[in-house]
T-cell receptor
Framework: EAGVTQFPSHSVIEKGQTVTLRCDPISGHDNLYWYRRVMGKEIKFLLHFVKESKQDESGMPNNRFLAERTGGTYSTLKVQPAELEDSGVYFC????????????FGPGTRLTVT | GEDVEQSLFLSVREGDSSVINCTYTDSSSTYLYWYKQEPGAGLQLLTYIFSNMDMKQDQRLTVLLNKKDKHLSLRIADTQTGDSAIYFCAESKKGTYKYIFGTGTRLKVLA
């Protein structure tokens, strides 16, 4: 069974540009999560989807961040316009329906904003 | 409040035991987790413990939970060079799906 995959693995963009990150969860997992680790600090929760619906977006830093999960399969996280403080590693995770105690994480996308 | 703290670094010799510590502040935490991140890789779920348990053992890994002191530890027996990684402690609460992570402890195993 394939794990959670993320694309790209690394992205370098200039301040003010737009970047879209993609996450493919484990097949059949209804729950999908985005997390972010900035500058060696703790990993912070961004938001949680159940299928295509946003269940909790309390961790989204501001309205420059837009997450979608059309069709309830893969998800995208768009940052527009990117700022320097958005640099970090963006992790995606997924878990089975009704289960929060086994979240499986992807390898992350390292975003560098210059 | 929600806060999970870990020491940043730990260095041990190959063959010794490693103990990675974590403290948390939220007494309503339901599950506590240990994740491992090897260089260039994602987060690997190592083990988790339910808050009504005191201990969980899985091969070389032993998790101890002191709920009174809100202290969680991960002991790795017979530490190997392949155990070198960053170890993250995390907690979650019943009814929520978000995990609260610590800053991670970088374990370096010396040959």
């Amino acid at each position: 069974e394939a794990g959670v995959t993320q694309f790209p693995s690394h992205s370098v963009i200039e301040k003010g540009q737009t970047v879209t990150l993609r996450c493919d969860p484990i097949s059949g997992h209804d729950n999908l999560y985005w997390y972010r680790r900035v500058m060696g600090k703790e990993i912070k929760f961004l938001l949680h989807f159940v299928k295509e619906s946003k269940q909790d977006e309390s961790g989204m830093p501001n309205n420059r961040f837009l997450a979608e999960r059309t069709g309830g399969t893969y998800s995208t996280l768009k940052v527009q316009p990117a700022e320097l403080e958005d640099s970090g590693v963006y992790f995606c995770a997924s878990s089975q329906a009704g289960q929060n105690y086994e979240q499986y994480f992807g390898p992350g996308t390292r975003l560098t904003v210059t | 409040g929600e806060d999970v703290e870990q020491s940043l670094f730990l260095s041990v010799r190959e063959g010794d035991s490693s103990v990675i510590n974590c403290t948390y502040t939220d007494s309503s935490s339901t599950y506590l987790y240990w994740y491992k991140q090897e260089p260039g890789a994602g987060l690997q779920l190592l083990t988790y413990i339910f808050s009504n348990m005191d201990m969980k053992q899985d091969q070389r890994l032993t998790v101890l939970l002191n709920k009174k002191d809100k202290h969680l530890s991960l002991r790795i027996a017979d530490t190997q060079t392949g155990d070198s990684a960053i170890y993250f402690c995390a907690e979650s609460k019943k009814g929520t799906y978000k995990y609260i992570f610590g800053t991670g402890t970088r374990l370096k195993v010396l040959a």
